[in-house]
């Protein structure tokens, strides 16, 4: 599918509106809220990515930075909108920017059953470190708990 009209990828500074739009597609794409979107922006970082044409939020990365590394604590990218680049084009943009600030490397947590999202970082150069298990409660993915530590060095 071609990607949405015209896409941007920026920091979403303080726009209310887009926050709530992040919390929609979150609250769509996890059986739990993946990020504290309340908290400062100091500690959770939020990159969103508009259709400009229609000028609302279709997907969200937020992370954190910590001892040189980005922790990816959120990926969603609207249940419409998915596979045509949205994702791909919010963990280029995070990298770009970690490599920009001379942090070292960006590091997730993804659930092992969640094959889009793995199919995308290690298209994207990420390796998966170790597994761990008992990640996510056992009332949130059907009982598969464990999770793939990932790494990207930028
Ligand atoms: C994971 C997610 C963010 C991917 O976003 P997306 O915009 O659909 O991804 P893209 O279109 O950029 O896809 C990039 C690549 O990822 C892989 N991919 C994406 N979705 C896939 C799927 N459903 N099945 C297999 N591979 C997939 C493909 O390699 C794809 O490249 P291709 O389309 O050229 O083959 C999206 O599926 C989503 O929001 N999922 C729910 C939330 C989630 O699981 N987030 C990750 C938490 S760690």
Redesign the pocket.
């Known amino acids: 599918m071609p990607p949405p009209s015209v896409l941007t990828v920026e920091p979403i500074g303080r726009d209310a509106v887009a926050l709530a739009q992040c919390m929609a597609?979150d609250a769509d794409?996890?059986p739990y809220a993946?990020v504290h979107f309340g908290q400062r922006a100091a500690s959770v970082r939020v990159t969103v990515a508009r259709d400009e044409r229609e000028g609302r939020v279709v997907?969200f990365l937020a992370g954190g930075a910590r001892r040189g590394v980005l922790h990816?604590h959120?990926?969603?990218?609207?249940?419409a909108?998915?596979?045509?680049?949205?994702?791909?084009?919010?963990?280029r943009d995070a990298a770009a920017r970690a490599r920009a600030e001379g942090l070292r490397a960006l590091v997730?947590?993804?659930?092992v059953g969640?094959?889009?999202?793995?199919?995308?970082?290690?298209?994207?150069g990420f390796y998966i470190a170790r597994r761990i298990r008992g990640y996510y409660p056992a009332s949130v993915y059907g009982g598969e708990r464990d999770a793939y530590q990932m790494v990207f060095g930028v």
Do not use: C, P, T
């Open positions: 597609i794409a996890f993946s997907g990816v959120g990926l969603a990218v609207d249940r909108l998915r596979r045509r680049g949205v994702g791909r084009a919010l963990v997730l947590q993804v659930g969640n094959a889009a999202a793995l199919a995308l970082y290690e298209s994207e």
